[in-house]
C-alpha cells in the first residue's frame, strides 16, 4: 500500500515551453502533497506544499507564477512548469502524506514519495 | 536554525560487511526521525520513521537508532547487499507540522563485490 506515481517519468523540452508533472497516490487519500526539487548530488529542496481544494503554499525564493501547482482530487496534484529554462532541468519529486487506507495500517507522519520526473530543458 | 547534518558524505564498503551511518540534528521542536533510501534516479523510499519515545527501529537488514538527548541517529545495515547501493537520507520532523521538516544531504553508500 502507500504507493505514489508520477508522469511523465522523464522529459525533454525546448526552452520556453511548458511541462505539466502528475502525482497520483494510487491506494490512499491525499490531502496534502509536497512537491520537490532535487539537483545533482543535493539533497531533496522544499518547493511547494498542496492542500487539496486550495491554494499551494510556496517555499521563499520558488516563483508561483512559474510553477503551477493544482490539487484537484485527493489523488491528484498536478506540477507546471511554465515557460521552461535550461536552469529549470532538475529532478522534481513529490510526495503524498497519507490520509487513510481502509485495511492497511499506516504509519503517521509519513511522507510518501513518488519515483521523481527527469526534466531537461534544452 | 534547523539543521540535520549527515556523515559520512561517501562510503564504499565490500558486499557482506556491514556499515553505520551517523546522522546529528538541530531540529525543534523534535516531533520523528525518519531515515530514507534513494536509488539513483529514483525517489526516496521510507526505511524506519521513530518518534521521541522509540530509540531503535528495525526493517530487515537495517537498523536505526535514536538518542533523543544527544540528538544523533545512526542507521546501521547488516550483511550488506550490491543493491544496498543508495544515498541515505535523515529527515527530521518538526512537532506540530507535519508538513516541516527538514533533510540531510544524505550519504553515498556503495557496495562492492
Known amino acids: 500500500g502507500a504507493v505514489v506515481s508520477q508522469h511523465p517519468s522523464w522529459v525533454i523540452c525546448k526552452s520556453g515551453t511548458s511541462v505539466k508533472i502528475e502525482c497520483r497516490s494510487l491506494?490512499?487519500?491525499?490531502?496534502?502533497m509536497f512537491w520537490y526539487r532535487q539537483f545533482p548530488k543535493q539533497s531533496l529542496m522544499l518547493m511547494a506544499t498542496s492542500n487539496e481544494g486550495s491554494k499551494a503554499t510556496y517555499e521563499q525564493g520558488v516563483e508561483k507564477d512559474k510553477f503551477l501547482i493544482n490539487h484537484a482530487s485527493l489523488t491528484l496534484s498536478t506540477l507546471t512548469v511554465t515557460s521552461a529554462h535550461p536552469e529549470d532541468s532538475s529532478f522534481y519529486i513529490c510526495?503524498?502524506?497519507?490520509?487513510?487506507?481502509?485495511?492497511?495500517?499506516?504509519?503517521?507522519?509519513?511522507?510518501?514519495f513518488g519515483p521523481g520526473t527527469r526534466l531537461t530543458v534544452l | 536554525k534547523n539543521q540535520v547534518e549527515q556523515s559520512p558524505q561517501s562510503l564504499i564498503i565490500l558486499e557482506g560487511k556491514n556499515c553505520t551511518l551517523q546522522c546529528n540534528y538541530t531540529v525543534s521542536p523534535f516531533s520523528n526521525l525518519r531515515w530514507y533510501k534513494q536509488d539513483t534516479g529514483r525517489g526516496p523510499v521510507s526505511l524506519t520513521i521513530m518518534t521521541f519515545s522509540e530509540n531503535t527501529k528495525s526493517n530487515g537488514r537495517y537498523t536505526a537508532t535514536l538518542d533523543a538527548d544527544t540528538k544523533q541517529s545512526s542507521l546501521h545495515i547488516t550483511a550488506s547487499q550490491l543493491s544496498d547501493s543508495a544515498s541515505y537520507i535523515c529527515?527530521?520532523?518538526?512537532?506540530?507540522?507535519?508538513?516541516?521538516?527538514?533533510f540531510g544531504t544524505g550519504t553515498k553508500l556503495q557496495v562492492i563485490p
Open positions: 510526495s503524498a502524506r497519507a490520509y487513510g487506507l481502509a485495511g492497511v495500517r499506516l504509519a503517521t507522519d509519513t511522507q510518501y
Open positions: 529527515v527530521v520532523g518538526h512537532t506540530g507540522g507535519y508538513q516541516k521538516v527538514t
Open positions: 491506494d490512499f487519500q491525499a490531502t496534502t
